[in-house]
């Protein structure tokens, strides 16, 4: 009767040859591949939807709202993370394109405030205004 045990030259014959990945953890591997396909968070892409439309809508309530007609919110964004989110508002007219910007800023406060008000969170994000051409990055 045949030998149920393997032979040792069968069992080391596949440590003969070199791989690339000897001697990595193959638990390193798996983790790698899970960062690569993680989807986007569910829960902060629609965080950042709500802060877009009270973003929206709290340009209507600002002092100077009539020079911000024309301009709105495109994106809310991450930036790097849910504490501070970076809203890109788009302008037909690039000549309004500082006042804008400096419009925001000054009330970025107020702003904040109404973000607040809109989302349910402990603590409100920071917000960063990028204001660019309707059409275009710049």
Do not use: W
């Amino acid at each position: 009767m045949p030998s149920r045990k393997r032979k040792r030259n069968v069992l080391r014959a596949p440590c003969a040859h070199l791989h690339a990945d000897d001697g990595v953890d193959p638990r390193e591997d798996k983790r790698r591949d899970a960062e690569l396909e993680r989807r986007p968070d569910r829960k902060l892409l629609q965080l950042c939807k709500q802060v877009a439309q009270a973003l929206q809508l709290a340009f209507g309530e600002l002092p100077q709202a009539d020079a911000l007609f024309g301009a709105s919110v495109r994106e809310v964004a991450p930036a790097p993370s849910a504490e501070r989110l970076r809203a890109v508002v788009v302008t037909p007219d690039p000549a309004r394109r500082a006042q804008i910007a400096a419009i925001l800023q000054r009330h970025s406060g107020r702003l904040r405030a109404e973000v607040a008000s809109a989302i349910t969170r402990h603590r409100a994000p920071e917000l960063t205004f990028e204001v660019v051409m309707e059409g275009g990055d710049s």
